[in-house]
Structure formats: C-alpha cells, structure tokens
C-alpha cells in the first residue's frame, strides 16, 4: 500500500470525465481534485481542500490529462534524416529515399538503435501507448517482426506497443502474404495493413485483404488515398469491402486526405458510407502539411488534411497522431504528442469550441488499441501535468515544462540527447565532425 496524495485543483477535460464535479469552463474543462493510491485514481472531488484530505500537490488550475496514446507511427523509418534526407521534400522524393537507406543501412541493430531512440522521446514527453507500422518487404521485412516482438517486450510497462504490417495491397494476392499474417498473428497487438490508393484498390484486392484479416482474426490499420486526386477514393471502396464482409474487426484508416478533394456530394456520400461501415480515422496533419501539394518554386494551395470535422460529425471516431519523425516523409517531430495535438488544432480549426479534442489524441485511440485513458476512479495515474491554466495556454506554450505520473509515481525521464545518435553511422550531422 502506498501513501494517498491529492492532485489538488487541477483542470481537467470534461469530455474524458464521466461525471464532472463542477462547472465546465469555456475551454471544456472542470477545476476538480485528483486521489492518487496504490498507482490508480482513487478518486474525484470537487476542488475544495477540506480538513482530513491526503497529502496535497496544489496545481494551481493546471490542465491534467491521461497520457497519450500514439496510435500511427513508423519507428522503423526513424531519425535517418540526417543520413538519407528527401531530396526534394515530394512524396516522391520520400519513397526513393527510403527504399535507397532500407536497402543500404536496416540492419537489425540500426533499427533497434532508432527504435530506441524514438521511444525513449515518446516516454519523456508522456505517450503510454504506441503504433508503428512496419515496412514489411525484402530482407527487412523478414527480420523486424522478431526485432519488433523484442523491442515490445524490453518496453513493456512503459510503452504499450503495437504494430501493422506495411505493404502494398496488391501483395494480398502473391505467394507468401500467409507467411507474414502469421508472423502479425504471433506479435500481440499485431495487425495487417496496406497501401491503397485510387490507382491500386479493386475490390477483388480488398476482398483478398479483408478475407485474409478474417482468417487471422486481425484488425486492420490502412495507409488510404495519401494523395491529392479529385477523382475518386479508395476509402469508400474500402467501405463497401467491409460490408459486404460483415467483417468484425476493427479497421483504421490513416491520412485520407483525397476526401477533401471530391465535390461536397461525393464528400456526404463516402462519409456516410464509413460511418455505416463503422471505420476509424487517424488524421495526419503535419506530415501531410509536409508533403501534400508540394511543387518546385510554388506555395501550396491546399492543407493536405482530410475532413476532419465533418466525419466526427457523422460519429465517426477521428484522431491525431506522429506519422514519421525526422525520416524522408516528414523532416521534423519529436514523438510529442502534445506538440501534434497543438498543430492538429491550429491546421484544421479544431479550437472553436475546444470541446473533446483532447480526446483524439487520448481516449479514441487507446480504446481503438483495446485500452482506456478516460480520467475515472480505478483506472491507472498515468497523468500529466501541464503549466498552461486553460487549454489555450497549453496550445500556445506546448514547449512548457510538464510533469508525468506514470502509475502513481512522478517520472523523471528527459527526451534523450541528439548526440546519442552519432553513435551510429550516418546519424551525425555532416557538418559537426566532432
């Protein structure tokens, strides 16, 4: 047994309270106190500090909110920036770079080292859960699913990881899918994925993918419509797949940013068609800011960013996370998910009211991953800490000092230093030789 302690006057989103103990503020939150006991939440009170209470963290009116749940990443793809950059910064650009430092550099001890690397930044900026798709071809593809398996078990208990098989959906229907369904069905938390666009989707290659998820009993997390066509998208063919499987998975799509390109009818009619089909949507923003509409010489006319509010206003869950940090698809990034839940709000308006945004980035996916991250008396302290008061001063500052409680316990984890990548090859900036 542990010594209880009180958060005391926190604020908290309502949205991921089940039944507030006050007043909601303009920005969704509730001034409320937090019990900690034996690593959970023992329980919620209004914010008087009476007589009796445990012992008192005072937070002033600081937000409080779970850790985060970063549910679309490429770890694998991770910090080569500096090794093998994009040469142009077009998508183009990006799969020839990382084919080319795939081929070159993957080892298994390059890529376990990166790993490394990019979780250890996800658990000092307070993630408690992560997903990463895996490039799953050549000889890569055949090492990282036992690499991957090791990595998840050396993390256990401080990050939750899961993982997708990447490849393109027409490797559905050559020799040797089998061998890599199996190989996901052995990984806890594994699922099947693929690339789909408008030019490569049929629904006999859905048919084939989603017959083959079925099999397995795997959930499905997709790489859907990455591009900026007007004329048509997978996503509603993959919607259709779905259906007319009664397939009982769970199925996410990521990116979807050609949605926003179709007429406004065409747009109402593929909602309602992924609502119907009870998909799930990772929005990307800042990689697709990244690399959507990029041309030589020209300013981009068009975020890149699929229509976000519209499917939450059709029920269909919708959230937010890293993509690629520093590789060839997206230069910057740090795994903070903080930092992708303020660019989220600034690029797709997402603040007027703030209402359950927070939830995007929490709640959604850690129960898309089988978990909870709702602020409820039993559930893990797995909490931080910001120095903003209201959820505009979090999203102006998100650079700000935060503390994490990780079950019950303060963490005291730092991002790691850059130079800890030098130690491999390529990794250090060419212009720093000492």
Request: charged share 20%; proline share 7%.
């Amino acid at each position: 047994m542990t010594t209880p302690f009180m958060l005391g006057r926190v604020r908290v989103p309502a949205s991921l309270l089940d039944a507030p103990p006050g007043p909601v503020a303009p920005d969704n939150t509730v001034l409320c106190n937090i019990v900690v006991q034996n690593g959970i939440i023992a329980d919620i009170t209004p914010p008087d500090i009476t007589p009796g209470a445990p012992e008192v963290h005072d937070q002033q009116g600081r937000i409080l909110l779970p850790l985060f749940t970063d549910i679309h990443t490429h770890i694998d793809k991770t910090f080569i920036w500096e090794r093998t950059p994009n040469p142009d910064g077009t998508f183009a650009g990006a799969l020839g770079a990382v084919a080319y430092d795939r081929d070159a550099n993957w080892t298994p001890d390059d890529v376990a080292f990166r790993m490394d690397f990019a979780l250890r930044c996800a658990f000092a900026h307070g993630t408690r859960r992560l997903r990463t798709h895996l490039d799953t071809m050549g000889a890569h593809g055949d090492a990282v699913w036992p690499l991957f398996r090791r990595v998840q078990a050396e993390w256990a208990g401080r990050i939750d990881l899961q993982a997708t098989a990447l490849v393109m959906l027409e490797r559905y229907a050559e020799p040797g899918m089998d061998d890599i369904a199996r190989a996901v069905a052995q990984t806890p938390g594994g699922q099947l994925g693929a690339v789909i666009m408008h030019h490569n989707v049929t629904p006999e290659r859905l048919d084939l993918m989603v017959g083959m998820a079925a099999a397995y009993g795997l959930d499905l997390d997709l790489h859907v419509d990455e591009n900026g066509f007007a004329d048509g998208t997978a996503l509603e063919l993959i919607a259709q797949a779905v259906m007319r499987h009664s397939f009982r998975g769970r199925v996410l799509c990521g990116h979807c940013c050609s949605l926003s390109r179709q007429t406004p009818g065409r747009q109402r009619a593929i909602i309602a068609q992924v609502a119907d089909a009870g998909l799930g949507i990772v929005s990307l923003p800042t990689c697709n800011l990244y690399l959507q509409d990029r041309q030589a010489g020209a300013t981009p006319h068009w975020r890149g960013v699929t229509l976000v509010h519209e499917l939450a206003a059709a029920g269909v869950p919708v959230m937010y996370a890293s993509d690629n940090v520093r590789d060839p698809f997206y230069a910057y990034g740090d795994y903070d998910m903080l930092d992708i839940l303020a660019q989220s709000i600034r690029i797709a308006h997402l603040d007027t009211p703030f209402g359950a945004v927070v939830d995007a980035v929490t709640a959604i996916p850690a129960q898309w991953c089988g978990a909870s991250a709702r602020i409820t008396r039993g559930a893990a302290a797995d909490l931080m800490v910001l120095s903003g008061r209201t959820m505009n001063e979090v999203i102006s500052r998100p650079g700000a000092p935060r503390r994490v409680l990780r079950d019950g316990r303060w963490s005291d984890a730092q991002a790691p230093d850059y130079r800890d990548l030098d130690a491999r090859p390529g990794l250090r900036p060419q212009h720093q030789p000492f």
